[in-house]
Protein backbone atom coordinates (compact mmCIF):
# COMPACT_ATOMS: atom_id res chain seq x y z
CA UNK A 1 0.00 0.00 0.00
CA UNK A 2 1.04 3.85 -0.85
CA UNK A 3 1.84 6.05 2.01
CA UNK A 4 2.98 9.85 2.35
CA UNK A 5 5.02 11.52 4.90
CA UNK A 6 5.15 15.62 5.47
CA UNK A 7 8.06 15.83 7.54
CA UNK A 8 7.60 19.39 8.57
CA UNK A 9 4.35 19.94 11.00
CA UNK A 10 4.24 23.43 10.77
CA UNK A 11 6.56 25.80 8.68
CA UNK A 12 6.51 29.88 9.56
CA UNK A 13 7.54 32.38 6.57
CA UNK A 14 7.70 35.74 6.46
CA UNK A 15 5.51 37.43 3.73
CA UNK A 16 7.45 37.90 0.45
CA UNK A 17 10.06 34.83 1.07
CA UNK A 18 10.35 31.67 -0.65
CA UNK A 19 8.39 28.27 -0.11
CA UNK A 20 9.01 24.75 0.17
CA UNK A 21 6.70 22.44 1.77
CA UNK A 22 8.19 18.47 1.24
CA UNK A 23 6.64 15.56 0.76
CA UNK A 24 8.03 11.86 0.55
CA UNK A 25 5.93 8.87 -0.41
CA UNK A 26 6.54 5.44 -0.40
CA UNK A 27 5.12 3.05 -3.66
CA UNK A 28 6.74 0.48 -5.99
CA UNK A 29 5.98 2.48 -8.89
CA UNK A 30 5.35 5.89 -10.44
CA UNK A 31 2.05 7.09 -8.39
CA UNK A 32 -0.37 9.80 -8.98
CA UNK A 33 0.36 12.64 -6.94
CA UNK A 34 -1.64 15.96 -5.66
CA UNK A 35 -1.15 18.59 -3.50
CA UNK A 36 -4.32 20.31 -1.74
CA UNK A 37 -4.71 23.83 0.09
CA UNK A 38 -6.85 23.66 3.60
CA UNK A 39 -7.59 27.49 4.34
CA UNK A 40 -9.68 27.91 8.15
CA UNK A 41 -12.94 26.39 7.99
CA UNK A 42 -12.66 25.52 4.50
CA UNK A 43 -12.42 22.24 2.09
CA UNK A 44 -9.96 20.97 0.39
CA UNK A 45 -8.63 23.03 -3.36
CA UNK A 46 -6.57 21.19 -5.14
CA UNK A 47 -3.04 23.37 -5.86
CA UNK A 48 -1.40 21.08 -8.77
CA UNK A 49 -1.30 17.47 -9.66
CA UNK A 50 1.24 15.25 -11.45
CA UNK A 51 0.50 12.26 -13.15
CA UNK A 52 2.63 11.99 -16.01
CA UNK A 53 5.39 13.84 -18.15
CA UNK A 54 7.10 16.73 -17.61
CA UNK A 55 8.19 16.75 -13.76
CA UNK A 56 7.72 20.39 -13.29
CA UNK A 57 4.42 20.67 -12.26
CA UNK A 58 2.67 24.55 -12.92
CA UNK A 59 -0.44 24.98 -10.27
CA UNK A 60 -2.70 27.59 -9.03
CA UNK A 61 -1.60 30.82 -6.98
CA UNK A 62 1.75 30.79 -8.10
CA UNK A 63 2.51 27.35 -6.58
CA UNK A 64 4.68 25.04 -8.68
CA UNK A 65 5.92 21.21 -7.41
CA UNK A 66 8.99 18.66 -8.36
CA UNK A 67 8.36 15.27 -8.83
CA UNK A 68 11.88 13.47 -8.41
CA UNK A 69 11.45 9.82 -8.80
CA UNK A 70 14.98 9.12 -7.50
CA UNK A 71 14.22 10.93 -4.06
CA UNK A 72 10.45 9.63 -3.90
CA UNK A 73 9.52 13.17 -3.40
CA UNK A 74 7.19 15.42 -4.49
CA UNK A 75 7.86 19.28 -2.86
CA UNK A 76 5.61 22.17 -2.87
CA UNK A 77 7.32 25.76 -3.50
CA UNK A 78 6.45 29.19 -4.28
CA UNK A 79 8.92 32.06 -4.75
CA UNK A 80 7.27 34.44 -3.02
CA UNK A 81 4.43 33.75 -0.38
CA UNK A 82 1.51 35.65 0.30
CA UNK A 83 -0.58 36.43 3.42
CA UNK A 84 -3.04 34.67 2.00
CA UNK A 85 -1.07 31.79 1.45
CA UNK A 86 -1.48 31.33 5.34
CA UNK A 87 -3.16 27.78 5.44
CA UNK A 88 -2.46 23.49 6.06
CA UNK A 89 -1.55 22.06 3.05
CA UNK A 90 -1.57 18.32 1.98
CA UNK A 91 0.29 16.19 -0.06
CA UNK A 92 -1.60 13.30 -1.02
CA UNK A 93 -0.70 10.29 -3.77
CA UNK A 94 -3.06 7.54 -5.77
CA UNK A 95 -1.72 4.05 -6.75
CA UNK A 96 -1.46 3.51 -10.40
CA UNK A 97 -4.46 0.61 -11.96
CA UNK A 98 -7.34 0.87 -9.39
CA UNK A 99 -6.44 4.56 -8.48
CA UNK A 100 -9.81 6.12 -7.15
CA UNK A 101 -8.61 6.27 -3.48
CA UNK A 102 -6.36 8.83 -2.39
CA UNK A 103 -3.91 8.57 0.37
CA UNK A 104 -3.04 11.66 2.11
CA UNK A 105 0.18 13.06 4.79
CA UNK A 106 -0.56 14.37 7.87
CA UNK A 107 -0.82 18.26 6.60
CA UNK A 108 1.81 21.17 6.83
CA UNK A 109 0.37 24.28 8.94
CA UNK A 110 1.59 27.33 6.78
CA UNK A 111 2.01 30.51 9.22
CA UNK A 112 3.04 33.86 6.90
CA UNK A 113 4.30 36.75 9.21
CA UNK A 114 3.63 40.64 8.30
CA UNK B 1 -18.83 25.76 -11.47
CA UNK B 2 -17.88 22.54 -9.16
CA UNK B 3 -19.86 22.01 -6.12
CA UNK B 4 -19.78 19.67 -3.42
CA UNK B 5 -22.08 20.44 -0.61
CA UNK B 6 -22.85 19.05 2.75
CA UNK B 7 -26.16 19.33 4.89
CA UNK B 8 -24.59 20.77 8.06
CA UNK B 9 -21.55 22.92 8.85
CA UNK B 10 -21.91 21.84 12.51
CA UNK B 11 -23.43 19.39 14.56
CA UNK B 12 -23.47 18.03 17.59
CA UNK B 13 -24.80 15.01 18.84
CA UNK B 14 -25.16 13.14 22.18
CA UNK B 15 -23.37 9.66 22.69
CA UNK B 16 -25.91 6.51 21.19
CA UNK B 17 -27.62 9.29 18.62
CA UNK B 18 -27.59 7.77 14.95
CA UNK B 19 -26.27 10.65 13.17
CA UNK B 20 -26.51 11.23 8.89
CA UNK B 21 -24.15 12.82 6.95
CA UNK B 22 -25.32 13.94 3.57
CA UNK B 23 -23.35 15.49 0.79
CA UNK B 24 -24.34 16.54 -2.61
CA UNK B 25 -22.61 17.21 -5.78
CA UNK B 26 -23.67 18.25 -9.22
CA UNK B 27 -21.13 17.48 -11.65
CA UNK B 28 -22.69 13.99 -12.27
CA UNK B 29 -19.22 12.55 -10.68
CA UNK B 30 -18.94 8.29 -10.79
CA UNK B 31 -16.63 8.08 -7.28
CA UNK B 32 -17.61 9.37 -3.82
CA UNK B 33 -15.82 9.28 -0.83
CA UNK B 34 -16.24 10.54 3.02
CA UNK B 35 -12.96 11.43 4.85
CA UNK B 36 -12.49 12.17 8.21
CA UNK B 37 -9.94 15.09 9.40
CA UNK B 38 -7.78 15.17 13.06
CA UNK B 39 -5.31 16.56 13.95
CA UNK B 40 -1.86 15.32 13.21
CA UNK B 41 -3.79 12.59 11.18
CA UNK B 42 -4.57 14.35 8.08
CA UNK B 43 -7.70 12.84 6.05
CA UNK B 44 -8.26 9.13 6.57
CA UNK B 45 -10.94 7.46 4.04
CA UNK B 46 -14.08 6.07 5.51
CA UNK B 47 -16.01 4.90 2.82
CA UNK B 48 -16.10 5.24 -1.35
CA UNK B 49 -18.90 4.50 -3.63
CA UNK B 50 -17.64 4.31 -7.63
CA UNK B 51 -21.48 3.65 -8.53
CA UNK B 52 -24.83 4.06 -6.99
CA UNK B 53 -25.60 1.33 -4.54
CA UNK B 54 -21.90 0.20 -4.74
CA UNK B 55 -19.84 0.93 -1.50
CA UNK B 56 -16.73 0.35 -0.98
CA UNK B 57 -14.64 0.21 2.49
CA UNK B 58 -12.40 2.84 3.43
CA UNK B 59 -9.03 2.80 6.03
CA UNK B 60 -11.30 3.66 8.89
CA UNK B 61 -14.73 1.70 8.52
CA UNK B 62 -15.51 1.02 12.02
CA UNK B 63 -18.95 2.34 13.36
CA UNK B 64 -19.65 3.45 9.92
CA UNK B 65 -22.26 3.04 7.28
CA UNK B 66 -22.88 4.51 3.99
CA UNK B 67 -25.71 4.46 1.27
CA UNK B 68 -25.81 5.63 -2.07
CA UNK B 69 -29.30 5.71 -3.67
CA UNK B 70 -28.64 8.54 -6.28
CA UNK B 71 -26.32 8.71 -8.39
CA UNK B 72 -25.32 12.91 -7.08
CA UNK B 73 -25.98 12.32 -3.12
CA UNK B 74 -23.76 9.84 -1.12
CA UNK B 75 -24.67 9.44 2.59
CA UNK B 76 -22.77 8.92 5.71
CA UNK B 77 -24.35 7.19 8.93
CA UNK B 78 -23.44 7.43 12.75
CA UNK B 79 -25.31 3.79 13.56
CA UNK B 80 -24.79 4.83 17.85
CA UNK B 81 -22.59 7.90 17.38
CA UNK B 82 -19.48 7.72 19.98
CA UNK B 83 -17.15 10.44 21.34
CA UNK B 84 -14.53 9.02 19.59
CA UNK B 85 -16.21 10.01 16.15
CA UNK B 86 -15.96 13.67 17.11
CA UNK B 87 -14.11 15.27 14.16
CA UNK B 88 -14.09 17.06 10.64
CA UNK B 89 -16.47 14.99 8.05
CA UNK B 90 -15.42 15.86 4.29
CA UNK B 91 -17.33 14.63 1.29
CA UNK B 92 -15.44 14.50 -1.97
CA UNK B 93 -16.70 13.38 -5.55
CA UNK B 94 -14.43 12.31 -8.99
CA UNK B 95 -14.97 11.35 -12.36
CA UNK B 96 -14.01 7.90 -12.92
CA UNK B 97 -11.86 7.93 -15.99
CA UNK B 98 -9.77 5.20 -15.36
CA UNK B 99 -7.13 6.86 -13.73
CA UNK B 100 -6.84 8.93 -10.52
CA UNK B 101 -9.06 12.08 -11.37
CA UNK B 102 -8.94 14.96 -9.12
CA UNK B 103 -11.13 15.07 -6.38
CA UNK B 104 -13.37 17.84 -5.27
CA UNK B 105 -13.73 18.44 -1.69
CA UNK B 106 -17.64 19.99 0.40
CA UNK B 107 -16.33 22.43 3.16
CA UNK B 108 -17.15 19.52 5.98
CA UNK B 109 -19.19 18.91 8.86
CA UNK B 110 -17.51 19.51 12.02
CA UNK B 111 -19.51 17.05 14.54
CA UNK B 112 -19.40 16.63 18.07
CA UNK B 113 -20.32 13.79 20.08
CA UNK B 114 -21.25 14.61 24.19
Known amino acids: AQSVTQPDIHITVSEGASLELRCNYSYGATPYLFWYVQSPGQGLQLLLKYFSGDTLVQGIKGFEAEFKRSQSSFNLRKPSVHWSDAAEYFC????????????FGSGTQLTVLP | DVKVTQSSRYLVKRTGEKVFLECVQD?????MFWYRQDPGLGLRLIYF???????EKGDIPEGYSVSREKKERFSLILESASTNQTSMYLC?????????????FGPGTRLTVL
Open chain 2, 27 to 31: MDHEN
Open chain 2, 92 to 104: ASSFNRGGADTQY
Open chain 1, 92 to 103: AVAARGSARQLT
Open chain 2, 49 to 55: SYDVKMK
